[in-house]
């Protein structure tokens, strides 16, 4: 199979907000309790933070992270998990049916940001809560002082305000799972007010307002039109979520999903002309995909999240432990190719999620911490995929799936660094077995030589690591790549996946 590749220096797609390579990190299983935050454990601070962790995070370059929720935070208050630790309540949580201590809250998810070189993207509940409580909160986070809230944050041991930048306005809110589900028009409504609100307090917050839970909801893509037709100009992005599963084990189909993803963003993207348009308006919205990955391995077909194990009130359960394996990899190398490639509309996403509920980083309690496979596709993107994604135009052979028809074999996205000095180029070859022999026009960028060629393929499709075997699926050095009159030329092996460096 042949594939002719042609990037041309002229020819971008846009500016990439890093923010694309953005986490989220809910109170759910052991995400946190176990996750982030173990105090026995031989790697804690003094905060109580597992230091094994902070480090893969922080080797991850993460820009922001969401939290509290998802679902968790639609019958959450944020007011139990502040103060004095002895007088924090322990509440239900309604979202996954678990016990929550409140032992970390907003102030304790601010410290652990700034030893992860991280940034806070809250959310607020728009569930069982409203505008009162979102308004505290942002006071209580990003007031100097000398007001009821801000003051209660000095007391509680922050002086500064955390100035968190970017709010969600609840989560999927769409979905009759959430606590106080709303329709598009209710939630609209709430939405457009507490934003009102929130820009009275500093003009200069980004706001997220919540789309469809996935592209397979009822009310999608109504949902959109509606929401916006509320609160467009008072809001600067509407959130998409999606989650992909494998459970017919064809691999194909599987990974022509991202296809879809693809379709979802461009749909979305129309919907918010549609209303830009009907508005007479000038303001941009754009889209945050805050949750997106991989999610069934822990998962029933039926959808529910049942382990296995009775998760009934208990405190940090283990639930949602997704093994991710090689398969997976090709998968988030797609995703994450597709985000690059829409980044002049995706201009923030989020990983779902970051420590053991479907995630790259995974712990055992009292033991080790270590790298799922679809760590490595994540931070490769997030370290080299900065700075201007170009126009890639791609001729090779496709296959029809069940999801979707004209799947191409290769995947691909290009991104030039925000020096001009590098361009890298992130590829999956989808096809089972058959190497694919690429030809890569790099017109007009004066590619000197091929700096690096990361590489990870398996015979395994469902190889994995764990506790026991973490360096199962690693990346090793990229063969048969090169660079000859300033085209890249070389094979890539059936089912792999690929990071090339080229100087410029
Ligand atoms: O990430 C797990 C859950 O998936 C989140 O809580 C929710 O927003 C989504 O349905």
Not at 73 to 84: E, F, K, L, Q, R
Not at 114 to 125: D, G, I, L, S, W
Not at 324 to 352: K, M, P, Q
């Amino acid at each position: 199979m042949k594939a002719r590749v042609s990037v041309h220096r002229d020819f971008k797609i846009s500016t990439i907000d890093d923010r694309i390579y953005s986490a989220f990190l809910e109170h759910l299983g052991r995400a946190v309790y176990g996750g982030i935050y173990e105090p026995g454990h031989p790697t804690a601070d003094a905060d109580g933070f597992r230091g094994d962790v902070l480090d893969l995070v922080r080797d991850l370059n993460i820009p922001l992270v969401r939290y509290p929720g998802g679902n968790f935070v639609s019958n959450y208050d944020w007011m139990d998990g502040i103060g004095p630790r002895d007088k924090r309540p322990t509440r239900l949580d309604l979202a996954w049916r678990t016990t929550e201590t409140n032992e970390i809250g907003t102030d304790e998810f601010m410290r652990w940001c700034r030893k992860a070189n991280t940034e806070p993207m809250m959310a607020v509940n728009l569930g069982t809560k409203g505008f009162t409580e979102a308004l505290a909160l942002l006071e209580y986070c990003n007031h100097k002082g000398g007001s009821y809230w801000s003051d209660l944050r000095r007391k509680n041991g922050a002086s500064h305000p955390y100035g968190v930048k970017v709010w969600c306005l609840g989560n999927e809110m769409d979905g009759p799972w959430q606590m106080n589900h709303r329709t598009a028009y209710e939630y609209g409504r709430i939405a457009n007010e507490v934003a009102r609100g929130m820009k009275t307090f500093d003009a200069s917050l980004q706001l997220v307002a919540c789309g469809s839970s996935h592209a397979n909801m009822p009310t999608y893509p109504d949902w959109e039109r509606e929401v916006l037709e509320e609160c467009y100009d008072n809001v600067d992005y509407i959130s998409l979520h999606t989650y992909w599963q494998n459970y017919e084990s064809d691999s194909l189909n599987f990974l022509a999903k991202t296809v879809l993803l693809d379709r979802y963003i461009g749909t979305v993207s129309g919907v918010i002309d549609y209303v830009k348009a009907k508005r007479r308006s000038r303001h941009d919205v754009h889209i945050s995909f805050d949750e997106w990955n991989v999610w069934y391995h822990s998962r029933k077909p039926d959808g529910s999240n049942d382990d296995g194990k009775d998760a009934f009130w208990r405190t940090a359960p283990p639930i949602l432990e997704d093994v991710y394996n090689f398969e997976d990899v090709l998968l988030v190398g797609c995703a994450l190719n597709t985000f690059i490639r829409r980044s002049d509309r995706v201009r923030v996403a989020c990983i779902a999620q970051l420590v053991n509920v479907i995630a790259p980083i995974m712990t055992e309690n009292g033991g080790p911490a270590w790298k799922q496979t679809t760590y490595y596709p994540y931070q490769f993107a997030s370290l080299y995929g900065r700075g201007d994604a170009m126009n890639v135009a791609v001729d090779c052979p496709t296959y029809d799936a069940k999801v979707a028809d004209d799947v191409p074999y290769l995947d691909v996205a290009a991104v030039r660094a925000p020096d001009a000095r590098m361009l890298t180029l992130f590829m999956v070859n989808r096809h089972p077995t058959e190497a694919l022999s690429i030809d890569v026009d790099l017109a007009g960028f004066d590619a000197t030589e091929i700096a690096q060629h990361i590489s990870i393929a398996n015979s395994d499709l469902g190889a994995t690591n764990t506790a026991k075997h973490q360096n199962r699926v690693v990346p090793t050095k990229g063969q048969g790549v090169g660079l000859r009159d300033g085209r890249v030329g070389g094979q890539l092996a059936g089912r792999s996946y690929h990071v090339i460096r080229i100087r410029i």
